[in-house]
């Protein structure tokens, strides 16, 4: 439904018709949905409850895998990991599944809200990178509550034909240059994460002077900003309604598919590498089909299906193997081992996240919210 392609790959793709795993349109060749290891699965039953956040699966692959198992799929959205978080601690939880990320993993892990999981059932597991797997047991170590389900960095979304020098820093999201034309994303490990680290400091910082240094450069850049925003940044920048803005790599990736004069990039300061893991809560009451779907978005062929249609970056190596040049050669869905050595992942901060959660009050308040 979605590709990330340029236009002369484009073409070659409509001349040629090599996206085998995907099918060509205009082609009879149906798409391939076929399970890449040769699993299939037996009737399961029942309903799966799942927690993601929005329009981060292909959803045609949940009526594949309601049709191969006979499980009932209730799939809820989430905007943030806070709200996940609130969910999974209500007394009447009904979720199977969620796919929170690594910082929010680690307070799952610590106050025992995590089913470990059986790697048995999850044979598929073997298509996810070492590479990825060695980062993620950074947060949930010898991966037995999680498996990684998509990652990406924090980076600078730019419009080209509105930036007229090079972008290589956080430095230019407070050039009074770009006034008015500036989005910060409204998220306070994020945003307070873009500004640590233009003042060299780590974004898991436990030092209130830092935090609060970084705050103050943030109040800063308020009479700059066009706005703090989430999805709409997106937007705005494919219609050139902004310079610059603090996004998220898929969302940039998909923003510069569909305008051509964006382009993206991790400053040199470095950034946040995140990771979203999927796991299984205890309030989970089908385990049988918990396992089987991670099995199944797992499978080489429906991941690489997947992370086509979302945008965002897949760990799946056999998914990768799939993949056209116009993913793998993208700096922005595949950054260099230079790019990654520069990015770190968010740990959960215990107590002294209240530090960040002031500091991010007032900020707001400073901008009338």
């Known amino acids: 439904m979605k590709k990330l392609v340029s236009l002369v790959l484009a073409l070659a793709m409509a001349l040629l018709c090599t996206a085998a795993f995907t099918g060509c349109k205009g082609s009879e060749e149906e798409a391939d949905y076929s399970f890449a290891d040769g699993d299939q699965y037996e009737y399961i039953g029942g309903e799966l409850n799942i927690l993601n956040w929005g329009e981060y699966i292909d959803e045609e692959l949940i009526t594949i895998f309601e049709e191969e198992t006979g499980v009932k799929i209730n799939y809820a959205k989430m905007t943030s990991n806070e709200e996940m978080l609130m969910k999974l601690r209500s007394p009447d939880c009904i979720y199977d599944l969620c796919f929170p990320s690594d910082y929010i993993i680690e307070q799952l892990i610590a106050q025992d809200m995590l089913v470990e999981l059986d790697m048995s059932k999850i044979p598929n597991a073997k298509n996810i990178s070492e590479k990825m797997l060695g ?19 924090v980076g600078i979304l730019y419009n080209t034909k509105m930036v007229d020098e090079e972008v290589d820093s956080w430095d230019i999201l407070w050039n009074e240059k770009y006034a008015g034309k500036i989005w910060q994303y409204d998220s306070v490990r994020d945003a307070i994460a873009v500004s640590l680290l233009r003042l060299g400091y780590d974004i898991n910082t436990r030092n209130a002077d830092e935090v609060n240094k970084a705050k103050e450069e943030l109040i800063k850049q308020i009479p700059l900003l066009k706005g703090c925003g989430t999805d709409n940044i997106k937007t705005s920048m494919q219609k050139n309604k902004a310079a610059l803005a603090v996004v998220y790599s898929g969302d940039a990736l998909e923003a510069m598919d569909k305008n051509p004069n964006l382009a993206y990039v991790v400053p040199k300061e470095g950034s946040n590498v995140w990771f979203d893991n999927v796991v299984i809560p205890k309030s989970a009451k089908n385990l049988e089909a918990a396992h089987a779907f991670i099995n199944f978005i797992n499978d080489a062929n429906l991941a690489a299906r997947n992370t086509e249609y979302i945008y965002y970056s897949t760990p799946n190596q056999g998914a990768l193997d799939r993949l056209d040049e116009a993913y ?7 950054p260099s081992e230079e790019t990654l050595s520069r990015c770190s992942v968010f740990h959960d901060l215990g107590d002294f996240v209240d530090v960040f959660n002031s500091a991010w009050s007032e900020y707001k308040s400073k901008m009338g919210n």
Request: hydrophobic share 25%.
């Open 328 to 334: 793998i050669g993208d700096e922005a869905y595949n």
């Open 135 to 153: 980062i993620t047991d950074s947060f949930d170590p010898g991966n037995k509550y999680s498996l990684p389900y998509m990652w990406g960095t």
